[in-house]
């Protein structure tokens, strides 16, 4: 008897409670959904490859595209996480991160994006994020240029906002010291592993010569290059990115094999021929992604297998989900 009433008044006071935070806990259990890859199956089974068509006919176009959307992803992740803040234009109260640093006159790939979309909003109207538009366009022009495949976790939803600001914060620059690029890795989850397989990156695509001169002339205030670029290689970079001028002028990032995802980014680095003193502080700075650059460069594998799992980390990135942002019917616009 007595057993049965302590029964009954504790399942009361566990309703009480629970009703109580019900707010908080369904609020919670919205933000927290989590994504999964099989997210659009029912809602419009097409999505994935739909992208994957778009993706392969502008890589078809040109090639340096795929790493020009594998950068979107990291550029958007980094910004108040994988919400597709990225791509939205400026209006009369917001500014586009298209402006910042890092993201102008260098940031491309949002015609492609928006081919995508159209595609998609024919297909399934108001259904498939801006956000999971990036992240599969990332994975797909790994794969087109020979990397590691990986299946994308989707259901990140869209931002309503911009952040000029944390683009401009949070996203490394090339001059940043190493403990400066880590410490920017690890804010949003990412460790010293993830930071050298995600450089690795860089074994497609090209870079501006404003974003190397410094190593080339005055790496330290000193009037000298910087000493961990090979002679021969700096030599020759000064021929087409002089002291001045010449600013938005083209290299490879990996001179190599400058549209094949391969893992030549880690040999040149091995052999002091990276172009961004980013990527160059990864064997000069610290003895752990020293090593690990040595394990990427004679295990292509290694790289591939590491660089997937990264890229699933950077990706689950802050993703918007449930109740929380919003499909946007034209990736640069808020809905009205
Ligand atoms: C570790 C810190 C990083 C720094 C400092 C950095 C910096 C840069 C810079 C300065 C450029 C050349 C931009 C230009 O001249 O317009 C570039 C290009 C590129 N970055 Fe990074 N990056 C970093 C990490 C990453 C990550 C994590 C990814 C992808 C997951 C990535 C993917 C790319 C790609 C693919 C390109 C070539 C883009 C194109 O050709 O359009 N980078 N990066």
Redesign the pocket.
């Known amino acids: 008897m007595t057993f049965i009433r302590m029964a009954q008044s504790l399942s009361f006071v566990m309703v009480v409670a629970l009703l109580a935070f019900s707010p908080l806990c369904s609020s919670q259990a919205s933000g927290s959904a989590y994504l999964y890859p099989q997210f659009y199956d029912r809602s419009c089974p097409k999505a994935v490859e739909i992208v994957k068509s778009v993706v392969a006919k502008a890589v078809a176009r040109e090639a ?1 595209m795929a ?2 959307l ?2 979107l992803h ?1 550029h958007d992740c980094f910004v108040k996480g994988c919400d597709a803040s990225i791509l939205l234009d400026t209006t009369g109260t917001m500014i586009s991160e298209k402006n910042s640093i890092p993201n102008r006159n ?1 940031a ?1 790939g949002f015609e492609v994006i928006d081919e995508i979309k159209s595609a998609l909003e024919k297909e399934c109207p108001h259904t498939v994020s801006c956000a999971d538009i990036m992240a599969l366009a990332a994975r797909d022009s790994t794969v087109l240029t020979g990397g590691p495949s990986w299946d994308v976790p989707l259901g990140r939803r869209d931002s309503r906002d911009a952040s000029l600001s944390g683009s401009n914060s949070n996203i ?3 001059n ?1 010291t190493f403990q400066t ?1 880590l410490t920017k890795f690890k804010l949003k989850k990412l460790n010293i592993v993830d ?1 050298v397989a ?2 690795g ?2 074994t ?5 010569c404003t ?1 190397f001169r410094q190593r080339l002339y005055n790496q330290s205030g000193n009037g000298q290059p910087d000493f961990s670029l090979v002679h021969s290689y700096a030599a020759q970079l000064r021929t087409r990115c002089p002291k001045s001028g010449g600013d938005q002028n083209l290299f490879f ?1 990996d001179f190599v094999s400058p549209t094949k995802f391969d893992n030549s980014y880690f040999k040149n680095l091995l052999a002091n021929k990276g172009l ?1 003193s ?1 990527d160059q502080i990864l064997t000069t700075q610290s003895a752990v992604s020293l090593e690990l650059v040595k394990k990427y460069a004679a295990n292509c594998e290694l790289f591939f297998e590491q660089f997937a799992k990264s890229m699933l980390k ?1 990706g689950n990135i802050s993703p918007l989900t449930g109740s929380r942002g919003v499909i946007r019917k034209n990736c640069r616009k808020i809905n009205t």
């Not at 497609?204 to 501006?208: C, L, V, W």
């Open positions: 340096r790493a020009s594998l950068r990291f260098s491309r490394p620059a090339p940043n690029i930071m995600l450089s990156s860089h497609i695509g090209n870079a501006r974003t990032l961004l980013s950077m």
